[in-house]
């Protein structure tokens, strides 16, 4: 998809190019090559397809995977050893997206839809930045185009809570000026253009991030105003996920990977002890029967215990044939899975726990249900009749309801980037035990560390962020995740 819509951009500006050299001599100077001359929608679209592409396959299933152990590795992928590194291809290209951003709000032919729907894809896409790497540069992150290439690193507190410049408060702009204007806008391949689907996306965005901050949050009232609203996601119809096509260049990576990738990831004994206890019929959803009883009339499904290394794998007798793969939705079919921002189950599971944790009013259980249900729906797989009666599941009043809503929560982030893994850093459910074999002395890591170009190009502001924070170290807590 990244592929295509570069394609798709060259392909307009250099129309642009043969177009000027049929005007007057005069106009020959103007640079008609310039990103900046490229119009709103096409720089749109391709914010919407590359930061999808990425959340969903780079980050979300080849890396966050591994950490939030819906994944194991049988050999290559030293992420499952917490071998995390600095992860500056996303860092590089989350910059460059914001650039992107910047150019659709300085074009002549924008409006104050594209630029609403500029900041809430700039809020999503700094989000990223500071739950990835903590105190990050925000304010000042793009002022290489004024001259200042040494920008200072924000905290991660004033990057959510700062009452003008705050994620949370641009977001809560955005929906302002999405609700009143008349200006429209092209090139949204996320909602077709429909501004009321985004400014459900921004308010249920903010429901995430207002419960990513909730342990440094006294105050609620944003978020009761939220669930009241009846303005966030209100079924799966409002999903934020933008489909991958059956045709090329369009497909999933997955389905045109080779079958050393793809064997690389293995369901996991996480996944196999929780959605078993469940007798969850997801499971045969989200994985493959084992190769030793594909074609058995009792197919069944086994997990690798992650962390471990090939020689460990192989010393200990494990039989790969009989380890599951993922499910033939992510490699058997081109377009069997999308490219994730956010689905309306993650907003319920998110109210749920507000409401259980007393930061709201609400009916818990009802939040929980939908959530659940949408879940089945959105894998298109039949929720079991006695589902929500099992003990396992159902919410009784005791103190494992948190445990159950945030472990159904878990399970149905599977590839939505790094929710998972930012979930389980919130609120350690449901317990992910480091491998064996990890290379982080028995710690769950909660950070990548920051770019070495950041080391050798911006030294001071690096470093001061980096004393900040506790140290460049990959178990360096963020504000939010702080006991």
Known sequence: MKNYIK?????IIASTVFTACSENFDEI????????????????????????????YEQGFRQSNYLAQFSASIEFERIDRYEMGSNSEYWNSIFQLQSDILSIKASTTTNEAYNAV??????????????LWGDVPYTEALG????????????????????????????????????????TIKGDVLFSGDLTKWVKFANSLQVRYLIRISKRLTDFSALQTLADSGNLMQSNEDNAVLPYLSSTPNQFPLFTASSGTYNEHRMTATVDSILKSWDDPRMMTLYNPTGSTTNS??????????????????SSGVDLNNISLFGSIFRD??????AQFMQYSEVQFA??????????????????????TASFEYYNTEIPAEYFTKPEIVLD???DDITKILTQKWLSLISVGHEAWFNVRRTGIPYLKPGPDNLNEDRYPVRYLYPESEQASNNANYQEASDRIGGDDINSKGWWEKD
């Open 7 to 11: 394609i798709y951009l060259s392909i």
């Open 29 to 56: 100077n103007e640079n008609n090559n310039n990103p900046e001359s490229v119009s709103p929608q096409f720089l749109l679209t391709n914010v919407i397809s590359v930061s999808s592409d990425l959340n969903a």
């Open 118 to 131: 500029g900041n809430i894809m700039q809020s999503y896409l700094f989000s990223q930045l500071t739950d």
């Open 144 to 183: 290489a185009l004024d001259g200042n290439f040494l920008p200072k690193y924000d905290t991660q507190e004033s990057i959510y809570t700062d009452t003008e410049t705050g994620i949370i408060a641009v977001l809560e702009n955005a929906v302002t000026v999405l609700e009143n204007t008349n200006t």
């Open 297 to 314: 009339d009792t197919p069944e499904y086994h997990g690798l215990i992650n962390g471990q290394s090939t020689n460990t794998i192989s």
């Open 333 to 338: 079919v081109a377009d069997g899975v999308d």
């Open 351 to 372: 109210l749920a726990e507000a409401v259980t944790k007393g930061y709201i009013s609400g009916d818990a259980n009802t939040y929980y249900q939908n959530a659940i």
């Open 397 to 399: 009043g005791s103190e």
